[in-house]
């Protein structure tokens, strides 16, 4: 059921009602011009959700960089959340997920041949990206929906099915980070984590109760899941393996930190139960005794082969952690990737493809 998984701190929510009385006064400033936005001279598309964490950005972003990359020279723009450097950094080949972040670097690592760069000041970001890279044809703005200092050509927003924008709270009672009139500013919505069986009457549903105006386009997705591949492919002589054929004698242990690790447990869990799951936050910086931890909990799995099932997100950290060859030959992952519904994606993809080409040619010089 839509929203199922809303939890509210009602204890909390006078909180709730300052921190939102903050909002609605910024986006005042920014809607009566007092404080400024930029427009580029770039086609710029931001990605973006109201509520905090877990909605789906990166495996969406993802995708919009497989539909673009093809014919134009895309950026992607993060704010690196969780890394160690500071300011403005370009990444690439030997960047680290501790320089630039967890989600860019998966990025980067997955699509070497496209622009990644960090940078919580995303006007300075976007100039510089201009500056270094002067062929770039479109940036992707990773998590940039209340930085309403740039203007963006398109403004995509998040939204997960399993948290409900009507019955959330703003924080720190929920989890919204502006109150849900600011989609009024989304060019798309996308309603992310659907599950794969919904069925008409709550696609209308979900429909009324966003409440769109009739210039926003609305859709909505579902994760797809891959085979399981090594982090460490060099190490493994599996270079993939289907949850189908993962056999019952063999050991599983399950390590996630991510905002929401439900789904990926369900999906594996219909195919073999772990032995073992160690739930960690959000973008969890694995420690020492993290990682003594893992080892020893992963040598006491009976099976007759055992293994470390983890998520990309979570692959990005991992890669350069001091593992001993015992886990990295352990260590598998489980890809994701994003699925329009209702047979929508060639839809979303047009869209987003006239939207570039549509302002890449206002843009060139007539002759």
Same mark, same amino acid.
């Given at each position: 059921?839509?929203?199922?998984?809303?939890?509210?701190? &009602?204890?909390?929510?006078?909180?709730?009602?300052?921190?939102?009385?903050?909002?609605?006064?910024?986006?005042? /400033?920014?809607?009566?011009?007092?404080?400024?936005?930029?427009?580029?001279?770039?086609?710029?598309?931001?990605?973006?959700? *109201?509520?905090?964490?877990?909605?789906?950005?990166?495996?969406?972003?993802?995708?919009?960089?497989?539909?673009?990359?093809?014919?134009?020279?895309?950026?992607?723009?993060?704010?690196?959340?969780?890394?160690?450097?500071?300011?403005?950094?370009?990444?690439?080949?030997?960047?680290?997920?501790?320089?630039?972040?967890?989600?860019?670097?998966?990025?980067?690592?997955?699509?070497?041949?496209?622009? $990644?760069?960090?940078? #919580?000041?995303?006007? +300075?970001?976007?100039?510089? /990206?201009?500056?270094?890279?002067?062929?770039?044809?479109?940036?992707?703005?990773?998590? %940039?929906?209340?930085?309403?200092?740039?203007?963006?050509?398109?403004?995509?927003?998040?939204? !997960?099915?399993?948290?409900?924008? &009507?019955?959330?709270?703003? *924080?720190?009672?929920?989890?919204?980070?502006?109150?849900? &009139?600011?989609?009024? +500013?989304?060019?798309?919505?996308?309603?992310?984590?659907?599950?794969?069986?919904?069925?008409?009457?709550?696609?209308?549903?979900?429909?009324?109760?966003?409440?769109?105006?009739?210039?926003?386009?609305?859709?909505?997705?579902?994760?797809?899941?891959?085979?399981?591949?090594? /982090?460490? @492919?060099?190490?493994?002589?599996?270079?993939?393996?289907?949850?189908?054929?993962?056999?019952?004698?063999?050991?599983?242990?399950? $390590?996630?930190?991510?905002?929401?690790?439900?789904?990926? /447990?369900?999906?594996? %869990?219909?195919?073999?139960?772990?032995?073992?799951?160690?739930?960690?936050? !959000?973008?969890?910086?694995?420690?020492?005794?993290?990682?003594?931890?893992?080892?020893?909990?992963? +040598?006491? *799995?009976?099976?007759?082969?055992?293994?470390?099932?983890?998520?990309?997100?979570?692959?990005?950290?991992?890669?350069? #952690?001091?593992?001993?060859?015992?886990?990295? +030959? #352990?260590?598998?992952?489980? @890809?994701?990737?994003?699925?329009?519904?209702?047979?929508?994606?060639?839809?979303?993809?047009?869209?987003?493809?006239?939207?570039?080409?549509?302002?890449? *040619?206002?843009?060139?010089?007539?002759?």
């Amino acid at each position: 059921m839509y929203g199922k998984s809303i939890k509210i701190h &009602h204890c909390l929510i006078p909180l709730s009602w300052l921190y939102g009385i903050g909002t609605e006064i910024r986006n005042k /400033l920014f809607d009566w011009g007092i404080l400024p936005a930029e427009e580029f001279d770039i086609p710029v598309i931001s990605v973006g959700n *109201l509520a905090v964490g877990g909605t789906g950005k990166t495996p969406h972003i993802e995708y919009i960089v497989e539909l673009l990359s093809h014919k134009y020279h895309v950026a992607v723009l993060s704010r690196g959340y969780k890394r160690k450097s500071r300011g403005f950094v370009l990444a690439d080949e030997h960047s680290t997920a501790g320089e630039i972040g967890d989600e860019p670097y998966q990025i980067k690592r997955k699509f070497p041949h496209i622009t $990644v760069a960090v940078d #919580a000041n995303r006007r +300075r970001g976007i100039k510089r /990206l201009q500056e270094c890279v002067p062929e770039l044809d479109v940036i992707l703005l990773d998590d %940039a929906f209340q930085h309403r200092y740039v203007v963006p050509l398109s403004s995509i927003v998040l939204t !997960d099915y399993n948290r409900a924008l &009507h019955l959330d709270k703003l *924080l720190p009672a929920g989890r919204l980070r502006e109150s849900r &009139h600011g989609l009024s +500013r989304a060019d798309i919505v996308i309603v992310t984590k659907c599950p794969s069986e919904m069925k008409p009457i709550e696609y209308n549903l979900v429909s009324r109760w966003l409440h769109l105006f009739p210039y926003q386009n609305l859709y909505f997705t579902t994760l797809s899941y891959g085979h399981l591949k090594p /982090l460490f @492919p060099e190490m493994c002589t599996e270079k993939e393996i289907p949850l189908k054929g993962f056999s019952k004698k063999w050991g599983l242990m399950v $390590v996630t930190g991510i905002a929401n690790p439900t789904p990926m /447990l369900r999906h594996i %869990a219909q195919y073999h139960a772990p032995q073992e799951e160690l739930i960690y936050p !959000d973008h969890h910086n694995f420690s020492a005794g993290d990682l003594n931890g893992i080892s020893t909990r992963f +040598r006491a *799995l009976k099976g007759e082969k055992n293994y470390i099932v983890t998520t990309e997100k979570d692959a990005a950290r991992l890669y350069d #952690a001091p593992l001993d060859d015992e886990i990295k +030959r #352990a260590l598998y992952y489980l @890809p994701i990737r994003v699925r329009f519904m209702q047979h929508a994606g060639t839809s979303f993809d047009e869209k987003i493809s006239d939207t570039v080409y549509k302002n890449r *040619l206002s843009k060139c010089p007539k002759k």
